[in-house]
């Protein structure tokens, strides 16, 4: 047997045709959002909209300050 045909044998697993990785990355952002509170304390549509935005904003914002700034050292 060939060393292509023994590729081609292989199953796709670790997210790369089944799409796992970017359904993990999708949950674990979710969930940080229910962090925040399970439900949507507003019923009018339009400040629903305005607190999903303002969680968002404020999970973007930690995810700011956890980033590790790259600097180059000579």
Do not use: W
Request: with cysteine; aromatic share 6%; net charge positive.
């Amino acid at each position: 047997m060939s060393a292509r045909a023994r590729v081609e044998q292989v199953p796709f697993f670790r997210g790369i045709r089944t799409g796992y990785h970017a359904r993990s990355r999708i949950e674990a952002k979710m969930r940080c959002l229910k962090a925040f509170g399970e439900r949507i304390a507003a019923r009018d549509p339009d400040r629903q909209t305005a607190e999903i935005q303002i969680r968002i904003a404020l999970m973007n914002r930690f995810s700011a300050l956890g980033t590790a700034e790259i600097v180059r050292v000579d």
